[in-house]
């Protein structure tokens, strides 16, 4: 009996792992036009972000993050905001509406570019 309870605890462990390493699910109300997921850029080339927003209930406005660090602050429900050139290598592109404090309200999408 003891070895099933270890056992059940370590699936419950792996699953919650995998939930936390999960890419986050896109909300149809926040969308990136442009670019697409997985896009490919030549190296000083600015990437245009074009984008959507239709804030849940408590959200005000959104921002932009590039790779997990706060790049812009998006007032406008739709338009395209402009990252200057990104370094070489991967980097991830995140929307998340956060509310008149600027605190996110769980509301975000995100896609992964490249740079070469």
Request: hydrophobic letters at 40%; aromatic letters at 6%; one cysteine or more.
């Amino acid at each position: 009996m003891r070895q099933k309870g270890l056992t059940y605890t370590y699936i419950v462990i792996i699953i919650n792992a995998l939930m936390w390493m999960s890419p986050v699910v896109a909300d149809p109300n926040l969308k990136i036009l442009f670019p697409a997921d997985g896009a490919v850029f030549q190296e000083g080339e600015p990437i245009p972000v074009k984008y959507e927003i239709k804030p849940n209930p408590g959200g005000d406005h959104s921002h932009i993050y590039i790779n997990h660090k706060e790049a812009g602050i998006l007032r406008r429900k739709k338009a395209t905001f402009t990252l200057s050139p990104l370094p070489v290598g991967k980097h991830s592109i995140c929307l998340k509406v956060v509310n008149k404090a600027h605190t996110p309200i769980g509301q975000e999408t995100c896609i992964k570019v490249t740079r070469l």
